[in-house]
């Protein structure tokens, strides 16, 4: 990859508080006075740069933490939100108009995947979903209606990646909007500079990093930024997915140190595959040779950050992923809950818990089996004593003979 660091975007902007603090001030305030009537007039138009009126519609700290993710993705600008959905929902419903078709990734987020099925259809926005890396299939499945290509650059729980060069193309042939989900691989991946035209986080995880909240962000053109936020027909202004300032000023602290935890994470992930390919586990981590989108990901990352943290085992069924999942937390190596990005190792049976809304069948020709476990690596300091543990677990409950 040519060489933008996104770390580096990050580090150099500065921040001053009213006082001199080192960190921006948290404005925490819903409204804003105005010296003249005229100004507020020109700022419900859309015409007073720099003026805050509502917080719904945008304040100082939102934007302090929509700059600096803005610069992460290499984008014109980007609006928070209140959870990663509120990202998606917004974009989607900006951009998508009763009559749209949109083209998606088949392997996404359960709750994407539930959006897309379930609660546009009857709003006339109609979904194909497919392997996203069948280019043939994309092409013929595109309409003269058709507005968006869909996907995860890393998918959730498949570990899936999108070949986001040869999806740019395509999507620029067509003049269609390439929509990538980044949440798996923040600062490894950056879709804007493989063709992507907007990027979208769920803060929520790896960005925020200390489980305390729910948080998402889109990453676009100061255009379609402005036209979320416009007060007659912005999906961000109307729908109101707004982020708390509060909320912002500790998201904004916690994204200086991301990419340290990344490099912690991937580490760690990549530690632990290895030992468990080894031991003969059907484990799945996009830093193996063996994964088939190992190389895809290799020519599209930036080294320095790894693979991510996120990796899979397939013992086979519930009941043995359970009597596991039971026993490692018991054992202190971590928690058994959803989510992703804490520096306790987190794991769940994806089938039933954030691919539930996916329907079994779909499931299943997914790749997505009953006994499948998503890990999200922790921080661990000793990964080699985390191993071992992990290693007695599997043995005890019959996933290692
Ligand atoms: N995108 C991905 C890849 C996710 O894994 C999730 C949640 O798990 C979301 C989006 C939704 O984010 P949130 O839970 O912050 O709304």
Redesign the pocket.
Known sequence: MEDFNAANEIQDLQYFGEFGGVNPSISDSSTYTFLSAKTMFDTFEGNAEGCYLYSRHSSPMNLYLAQALAKMENTAAANVTS????A?TTVLLQLCKSGDHIISSRTI?G??YAFLKNFLPPFQIETTFLDINDFETLENSIRPNTKIVYC?SVS?PLLHVANLRRLSAICKKYKLKLIV?N??SPLSISPIRLGADIVIH????FINGSSDT???VYCASQELIDDTKNVNTGASMLLGPTMDSLRSASILKNLRTLHIRMKQHSHNAMYLAERFERDGLKVSYPGLPSHRDHELMKSMMHEAYGFGGLMTLDVETTERANALMELMQSENLGYLA???GFYKTLFSCSGSS?SSEIPEQERLKMGISDGLIRFSIGLDQDIERTYQKMRTCMQKTGVLK
């Open positions: 959870s990663g959905m509120g998606i987020y709750g994407t995860e959730n989900d949440t798996f769920s803060l929520t995880k729910v948080g998402g959803v989510s992703l954030t």
